[in-house]
């Protein structure tokens, strides 16, 4: 990050105190108290996503966009990631099979999966859990 502002620095401190959760600005500005005004929120994380310190996510119903904080550790160009439909968290995977479905697409119906924009949707166990007590 070439140009550091304190209200910069508040978003990307509250962010990497939360990195396994998803936020839309709203969530930002609301959940961590912050006393930020949303067009700034909107400047800071285009620029953290265009710098690779947050993943955004723009879901296909028309919803706000959601961006979480990418530790330094974690590479996201190389795996997929699965996000839950009602706590939020996304979960990255390292997982054999799901190389091997990329490799079976990109073989067998020449299509070429782009991991980065990769993202599954459905329920973590926990959550899936509790609706199945639920029922």
């Keep these: 990050m ?6 910069r620095e508040t978003i990307l401190s509250y962010m990497r105190a939360n990195p396994d959760r998803c ?10 108290g912050l006393r930020v005004g949303e067009a700034t929120v909107y400047r ?18 028309g919803g ?17 990631h699965l996000k839950c439909l009602s ?3 996304v979960f990255h ?6 190389d091997e479905m990329i490799r079976h697409v990109e073989n067998e ?7 980065v924009h990769t993202t599954m949707y ?4 926990e959550c899936g859990a509790a609706a199945r007590k639920s029922e």
């Design 122 to 125: 459905g329920y973590c166990s």
């Design 23 to 32: 936020f839309t600005v709203r969530d930002i500005i609301a959940d961590g």
């Design 93 to 98: 995977t390292e997982c054999s099979v799901i």
């Design 44 to 61: 800071a994380l285009s620029r953290f996503a265009a710098d690779g310190i947050v993943k955004k996510y723009v879901l296909g119903d």
């Design 2 to 7: 070439k140009y550091t502002t304190r209200q």
């Design 64 to 80: 706000a966009a959601l961006y979480q904080y990418v530790p330094e550790t974690r590479d996201c160009e190389s795996h997929f």
């Design 87 to 89: 706590c939020g968290r």
């Design 109 to 115: 119906h020449g299509f070429r999966v782009d991991a």
